[in-house]
C-alpha cells in the first residue's frame, strides 16, 4: 500500500511491503530497471510504455554504485502487475533491460494533508 503525505512543497511516500499477492483493486504497479549505457536506450524503453498506453506516474534514477555512466530507473506506473497490458510491457522491458525487478502492485496512493 502506498500513502503519500503532501505539504505546499514536498510529498513524502510511504511504502508498506508484504508477503501476499495484492488485490485487483491495486492500480500502481512499482518496477527497477536497468539499461544499456548507450544513446537512445531510454527513449526507446519508453516507448514500452507508449505502445502500451501505460500512464507513467513517477520515474527516478539512482546512480548505479561503482559506476559514473550507468543508472538504475525506478519507474511507477498506472495499473495492476496482472493486467493484459502491463504483462506485455514487463514481457517486452525483460528482452530489452539488462535488468528488470518487479516491485510490486498497491492501490493508488491517497494524498493525506497533515
Do not use: C
Not at 46 to 57: A, E, H, I, P
Amino acid at each position: 500500500m502506498a500513502i503519500s503525505r503532501t505539504t505546499s512543497t514536498n510529498v513524502t511516500r510511504f511504502a508498506v511491503i508484504g508477503g501476499e499477492m495484492p488485490t485487483a483493486q491495486a492500480r500502481q504497479t512499482a518496477l527497477m530497471m536497468e539499461i544499456a549505457n548507450k544513446p537512445g536506450s531510454l527513449a526507446d524503453t519508453m516507448l514500452v510504455f507508449k505502445r502500451g498506453r501505460l500512464n507513467l506516474t513517477w520515474i527516478e534514477s539512482f546512480p548505479m554504485s561503482g559506476s559514473k555512466n550507468e543508472y538504475l530507473f525506478f519507474v511507477e506506473l498506472e495499473g495492476h502487475q496482472t493486467d493484459s497490458r502491463v504483462k506485455k510491457a514487463l514481457e517486452t522491458l525483460r528482452r530489452r533491460t539488462a535488468r528488470l525487478e518487479l516491485l510490486g502492485s498497491y492501490p493508488k496512493a491517497s494524498s493525506a494533508k497533515p
